[in-house]
């Protein structure tokens, strides 16, 4: 159903200077008459998605697009226009692309091309709100040496351009014989909040297939990618299942799930050449890889603050381990404060880490083969008696901590939230000083913490935004992602 709406005082009011807004009023697809005229108009006058991109990139300045809740497919079938003729939609200017919401207006690329190519020679941003991409596809590419700009079957980002994004889905897009990431390729910048990468793959199987992310890959020295309030799961590629970052470019996690991803390598992230990372109030949980967890490798600074590393474990056989891995000299370059890093594994070198740096209140689970350069404040050996993932309030799934992380955090550096917005830190224990939980949850109301049995929340929070519309990856391959493209 097409339904139309009114355009927001706020979205007016944000709006560019001497912007175009164009309201597109209908779900088909079809070309502009006269891009450049100032009217989106095909030739039967309809503004279409296709028409409004078209219009937008052919004026000066940045432009507004507004969508109504529908299922926009892009049905005029070409690969290799870069006109946003027909495929993919190519953007090449500043632009706002809003919808009703991730759940009810729908950016399918109907299987044929990459979804949105977001290109430019100047620099430039791109905006997206309330809106869901999915169902690009891509087959056989050349590999020219690197991975960058191969990819992108959601969403492609150029160099030199900022892709914004809040309250957007990227989700079941696919791939075959493609060297790049499938959701996301980014040597851009990407700034996102309330961000759900979900069931973007490869489909060849782990350890034949070529994507270098199932998810994202950030690439370049000028590239960036920070996403707070997002969900990043069930995503499979080759060489990482959620992110890979490459070429010197940075990462920022803060209040994010990385769940349920496989690869044939890092079941999590892949820092290859990597700049600063930071993890903060991230729950990396249950992905499959060699690690299971994160690499860390060509001199990338990680650093992990109140967070969760629990459940990761090997997609191959003979694993070396199954938390995180990092393979630089000493004890490497992974720092950890108030982080829980247990239950990960088995690996046939270590199950929960294999060299790290401790800036204190951190929880290790296994000592097998962990080789961490640890505090007094620091718990070594102890069980973290976590919680099975859940909606414990927030944008995300949490895990809820057992009594050995409960207000045995440090309190220095500790984040002023958790995971899911809650303040730190509080009495969880009930012993009438408030000090922080280790990872990526901070409980309170000591009198509920074991009422349920198992570390129950006695508070209640909103309940995370699920997508209500049926996942693509319910379909089989054949019907939905022809091969050999």
Request: proline share 3%.
């Given at each position: 159903m097409f339904t139309r709406r009114l355009l927001?005082?706020?979205?007016?009011?944000?709006?560019?200077?001497?912007?175009?807004?164009?309201?597109?009023?209908?779900?088909?697809?079809?070309?502009?008459?006269?891009?450049?005229?100032?009217?989106?108009?095909?030739?039967?006058g309809h503004c279409s998605l296709r028409?409004?991109?078209?219009?937008?990139?052919?004026?000066?300045?940045?432009?507004?697009?507004?969508?109504?809740?529908?299922?926009?497919?892009?049905?005029?079938?070409?690969?290799?226009?870069?006109?946003?003729?027909t495929g993919d939609l190519d953007i090449v200017d500043e632009l706002e692309l809003h919808g009703a919401g991730a759940d009810t207006t729908l950016i399918d690329g109907s299987?044929?091309?990459?979804?949105?190519?977001?290109?430019?020679?100047?620099?430039?941003?791109?905006?997206?709100?309330?809106?869901?991409?999915?169902?690009?596809?891509?087959?056989?590419?050349?590999?020219?040496?690197?991975?960058?700009?191969?990819?992108?079957?959601?969403?492609?980002?150029?160099?030199?351009?900022?892709?914004?994004?809040?309250?957007?889905?990227?989700?079941?897009?696919?791939?075959?014989?493609?060297?790049?990431?499938?959701?996301?390729?980014?040597?851009?910048?990407?700034?996102?909040?309330?961000?759900?990468?979900?069931?973007?793959?490869?489909?060849?199987?782990?350890?034949?297939?070529?994507?270098?992310?199932?998810?994202?890959?950030?690439?370049?020295?000028?590239?960036?990618?920070?996403?707070?309030?997002?969900?990043?799961?069930?995503?499979?590629?080759?060489?990482?299942?959620?992110?890979?970052?490459?070429?010197?470019?940075?990462?920022?996690l803060r209040r994010t799930l990385v769940a349920d991803n496989v690869a044939r390598f890092a079941g999590g992230l892949e820092l290859n050449i990597g700049g600063e990372v930071l993890l903060e109030n991230v729950t990396i949980s249950g992905n499959a890889g060699h690690p299971g967890a994160i690499l860390n490798d060509g001199g990338t600074r990680l650093t992990l603050v109140d967070s969760t590393v629990t459940g990761n474990h090997g997609s191959v056989l003979g694993t070396t381990v199954g938390g995180i891995l990092d393979v630089h000299g000493g004890f490497g370059l992974t720092f950890l404060r108030n982080t829980i890093l247990a239950g990960n594994g088995p690996g046939s070198n270590a199950d929960d880490c294999r060299n790290g740096q401790s800036l204190g209140g951190n929880l290790i689970g296994s000592l097998h083969g962990c080789q961490i350069d640890s505090l007094p404040s620091d718990q070594l050996g102890v069980s973290a008696a976590l919680a099975p993932l859940a909606d414990n309030g927030g944008f995300t799934r949490t895990h809820l901590p057992g009594a050995n992380a409960i207000d045995h955090g440090i309190d220095t550096g500790c984040v002023s939230?958790?995971?899911?917005?809650?303040?730190?830190?509080?009495?969880?224990?009930?012993?009438?000083?408030?000090?922080?939980?280790?990872?990526?949850?901070?409980?309170?109301?000591?009198?509920?913490?074991?009422?349920?049995?198992?570390?129950?929340?006695?508070?209640?929070?909103?309940?995370?935004?699920?997508?209500?519309?049926?996942?693509?990856?319910?379909?089989?391959?054949?019907?939905r992602w022809p091969q050999g493209r």
């Amino acid at each position: 159903m097409f339904t139309r709406r009114l355009l927001p005082i706020a979205l007016l009011a944000s709006a560019p200077i001497g912007a175009a807004t164009f309201h597109v009023d209908i779900v088909g697809d079809s070309i502009d008459a006269l891009p450049g005229d100032g009217s989106c108009a095909d030739a039967g006058g309809h503004c279409s998605l296709r028409a409004a991109v078209q219009e937008g990139n052919a004026l000066a300045g940045g432009d507004v697009i507004v969508l109504d809740a529908g299922t926009y497919v892009l049905s005029l079938a070409g690969i290799g226009d870069d006109a946003a003729l027909t495929g993919d939609l190519d953007i090449v200017d500043e632009l706002e692309l809003h919808g009703a919401g991730a759940d009810t207006t729908l950016i399918d690329g109907s299987a044929l091309d990459r979804v949105l190519d977001l290109r430019g020679s100047i620099p430039h941003t791109v905006r997206l709100e309330d809106l869901t991409v999915r169902d690009g596809f891509l087959g056989t590419n050349t590999w020219t040496g690197g991975f960058s700009g191969l990819g992108g079957v959601g969403i492609r980002v150029g160099a030199g351009t900022t892709l914004a994004m809040s309250h957007v889905d990227i989700r079941d897009n696919h791939s075959a014989n493609m060297f790049g990431a499938v959701a996301i390729d980014n040597a851009g910048c990407i700034e996102g909040d309330h961000v759900r990468i979900v069931g973007n793959t490869d489909l060849e199987d782990v350890g034949s297939g070529s994507a270098v992310s199932g998810g994202i890959e950030t690439n370049g020295e000028g590239s960036c990618l920070v996403l707070d309030d997002s969900e990043i799961s069930g995503n499979r590629g080759d060489l990482s299942g959620a992110i890979h970052v490459d070429g010197g470019a940075s990462l920022t996690l803060r209040r994010t799930l990385v769940a349920d991803n496989v690869a044939r390598f890092a079941g999590g992230l892949e820092l290859n050449i990597g700049g600063e990372v930071l993890l903060e109030n991230v729950t990396i949980s249950g992905n499959a890889g060699h690690p299971g967890a994160i690499l860390n490798d060509g001199g990338t600074r990680l650093t992990l603050v109140d967070s969760t590393v629990t459940g990761n474990h090997g997609s191959v056989l003979g694993t070396t381990v199954g938390g995180i891995l990092d393979v630089h000299g000493g004890f490497g370059l992974t720092f950890l404060r108030n982080t829980i890093l247990a239950g990960n594994g088995p690996g046939s070198n270590a199950d929960d880490c294999r060299n790290g740096q401790s800036l204190g209140g951190n929880l290790i689970g296994s000592l097998h083969g962990c080789q961490i350069d640890s505090l007094p404040s620091d718990q070594l050996g102890v069980s973290a008696a976590l919680a099975p993932l859940a909606d414990n309030g927030g944008f995300t799934r949490t895990h809820l901590p057992g009594a050995n992380a409960i207000d045995h955090g440090i309190d220095t550096g500790c984040v002023s939230e958790d995971q899911r917005g809650v303040a730190r830190p509080q009495d969880g224990d009930g012993d009438g000083v408030a000090h922080c939980d280790i990872g990526a949850v901070e409980m309170g109301d000591a009198d509920a913490i074991f009422a349920n049995g198992f570390d129950g929340a006695a508070t209640s929070y909103p309940s995370p935004r699920m997508p209500a519309f049926e996942s693509a990856a319910q379909m089989s391959a054949a019907e939905r992602w022809p091969q050999g493209r």
